[in-house]
């Protein structure tokens, strides 16, 4: 067993616990003035299964519009898959992006599965968690008992999204922690399909440090020292070049900020990596793959996962990333009166989440700024043409490979969005108030092009087909 650095230090120092609040006794719905008890509050005032005690701001809040509810979901939602997903890969420091992701879509699971399940002994805790974390019990004053049919996920969500729009981010991070330890105790071992037992003791079970992995990792970061950047191609193109179209738009042009630059350059190379590159990486004419030939090695792609696992995390980061700064924006354009207002229904908000996510608008943002054409190397630059992006390059998806036309660009649009969420990712690690304010500026331009017309005045089906050129909304029967 090798133990791993365990930098999640606040993990377990969880704040004052509800038994300890014991000073004041209150049983009002409401409360003014000194932090109140909150375990007799919780208890003499949520009776009911629906019942939860809120801050009255956000009791306020809901009540000013009943569609902002679906707003904070969304916004809450997006920050608790995002956060974790940063603090389990400093917990988990062998874990690989799909294992992180995994591990990160099981604690949702497990949330929804207990909040709904009275008689688990997680439920009160994660309950509790809803009016009693170590943030709103240091800010707020005034709460109220709420009854409105909100199921308790939602809820959590909605509380993390309130907690968003009013207090720091480093605070809302930080109260996190509390549902990541009920979490974990209630996983004595993370199930992962990779059948790797992570403890909350902070132990992992590894297959083994050997040589060959500490020469692929040498050799792969004499690789990273060493490949060019195609910097001139990055960072200074010209304005008018800088560019996306959308058939709304009758292929009118949507002018983009210019590309901020990575100072890391480790991070850079990574950032301008796709996690499939390991493979290209063993082509036998490749400096790197002639290199472990050399030291007697074999080149079988399954014993060169170490490098993708070095190199997967950032499109994973990325892509939830995305997504909560989509809801962050969205909200903002929602509640504001310069664009469109907050009586757009949940269905054009998640329409308009879902546009900005797909792969479709992705891929147009990496060949707007040529990330997928960010290290000059010819062998693999060549390779990716051939084999990855045919359609793209050429206008002809390749025969043989099972695949039409249809499918083809299914799969481009896909490969070529993992470059532009991977730079992303690593711009949020290095410069995360940049990375912020880039991703609002593009995203800004491109909805004041989407939003111009909006269902009702145009069909669903009308309105993504002429943006994406395909239609996305699908009605259930």
Request: proline fraction near 4%.
């Amino acid at each position: 067993m090798i133990a791993f650095e365990n930098s999640f230090s606040r993990l377990f120092r969880i704040g004052k616990s509800l038994a300890m609040n014991t000073s004041r006794e209150t049983g009002a719905p409401s409360h003014v003035g000194p932090k109140p008890n909150w375990q007799r509050l919780y208890a003499s005032s949520t009776r009911a299964k629906n019942e939860i005690l809120i801050p009255s701001s956000l009791d306020d809040l809901l009540r000013s519009n009943k569609r902002l509810k679906f707003h904070l979901v969304s916004l809450g939602g997006d920050f608790i898959r995002l956060s974790s997903y940063r603090k389990f890969k400093q917990m988990f420091r062998c874990g690989d992006g799909p294992l992180i992701k995994f591990i990160v879509f099981d604690m949702a699971s497990f949330i929804k599965q207990e909040l709904n399940n009275r008689e688990s002994r997680f439920h009160l805790d994660l309950k509790n968690y809803l009016s009693s974390n170590s943030v709103l019990q240091s800010n707020e004053n005034d709460w109220r008992v709420s009854d409105r049919l909100i199921c308790m996920k939602d809820w959590l969500y909605i509380t993390l999204g309130y907690m968003l729009l009013t207090y720091q981010e480093e605070e809302v991070h930080e109260s996190l922690d509390e549902v990541i330890k009920i979490y974990l105790s209630a996983r004595n071992h993370i199930p992962t399909r990779y059948g790797v037992p992570v403890t909350t003791e902070g132990k992992r079970i590894l297959t083994g440090e050997d040589e060959r992995e500490r020469f692929t990792l040498a050799t792969f970061q004499t690789y990273i020292n060493n490949v060019e950047i195609e910097e001139a191609l990055l960072f200074n193109n010209k304005e008018e070049e800088r560019f996306v179209t959308f058939s709304v738009a009758n292929d009118r042009k949507i002018y983009l900020p210019p590309l901020p630059r990575l100072h890391d350059r480790e991070l850079m190379v990574k950032a301008l990596m796709h996690k499939e590159f390991y493979r290209l990486l063993l082509d036998p004419r490749h400096t790197f793959a002639q290199s472990m030939t050399a030291e007697g090695y074999d080149l079988n792609k399954e014993e060169y996962r170490i490098i993708r696992k070095e190199i997967s995390f950032l499109d994973g980061l990325g892509d939830f990333f995305l997504a909560q700064e989509t809801s962050r924006i969205i909200y903002d354009l929602c509640t504001g009166t310069d664009t469109i207002n907050y009586q757009v229904g949940p269905c054009v908000y998640n329409m308009l989440k879902t546009i900005l996510a797909t792969n479709t608008v992705m891929s147009k943002l990496t060949k707007c700024y040529h990330v997928e054409r960010g290290l000059k190397d010819p062998l693999i630059n060549s390779r990716i043409s051939e084999e990855y992006l045919p359609l793209t390059r050429t206008g002809k998806f390749k025969l043989g490979n099972g695949m039409d036309a249809r499918e083809s660009r299914i799969f481009e649009e896909e490969f070529l969005g993992d470059f532009f969420e991977s730079y992303m990712a690593a711009l949020l690690i290095e410069q995360p108030s940049v990375a912020k304010s880039f991703i609002r500026e593009i995203y800004t331009r491109l909805l004041k092009i989407i939003t111009e017309t909006l269902p009702p005045d145009v069909t669903y089906q009308k309105w993504t087909s002429d943006i994406l050129g395909r239609n996305i909304y699908y009605k259930s029967a």
